[in-house]
């Protein structure tokens, strides 16, 4: 549920961030991208699905992380 990386839009910013050529790892792409794209508020003891946190464009470090792990999943990458 919180890991949603079937949703549209979690595939779309996944494939978006790691489309074109680059040096760095996928993985360090995408937690970078989630870094740039998400603002870092304090931790509120409420969790939410990936893809809420890609619509607010901000959360906690636990949103984040979910956030990172739903993109590296769409992009076909392990994670957990």
Do not use: W
Request: hydrophobic share 45%; glycine share 4%.
């Amino acid at each position: 549920y919180y890991i949603d990386h079937t949703h549209q839009a979690i595939s779309t910013f996944a494939n978006e961030k790691l489309s074109g050529e680059a040096t760095a790892p996928k993985i360090l792409r995408l937690a970078l991208a989630v870094r740039e794209a998400i603002a870092l508020t304090p931790f509120n003891f409420t969790a939410r699905p990936a893809s809420k946190t890609l619509e607010k464009l901000d959360g906690d470090c636990l949103d984040q992380a979910m956030l990172v792990c739903a993109a590296a999943r769409a992009a076909g990458l392990p994670a957990r």
